[in-house]
């Protein structure tokens, strides 16, 4: 299990968490998702087969880009 947090700039509103979680929730092999509006940061939970690269391919489909990997 890897969690990754990234930084989401494109995040404005409640809306905006609302459907990376659902979507991003929906990739198989993601164990949890938190977005955040204050911070502008997802915080993903997965295993295989999900990967960090299908990760930010599909914030990217949503509109949603990461901008980068936050260190913890
Ligand atoms: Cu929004």
Do not use: W
Not at 7 to 36: M, N, W, Y
Not at 49 to 72: D, F, M, Q, R, T
């Amino acid at each position: 299990m890897t969690t990754v947090t990234y930084s989401v700039p494109a995040i404005h509103c409640g809306h905006c968490t609302h459907t990376i979680e659902t979507e991003v929730g929906e990739l198989q092999g993601v164990q949890s998702v938190k977005a955040d509006q204050e911070t502008r940061k997802v915080q993903i939970t997965f295993e295989t087969p999900a990967s960090e690269e299908k990760i930010k391919a599909l914030l990217a489909e949503i509109n949603y880009p990461a901008e980068g990997l936050v260190n913890l």
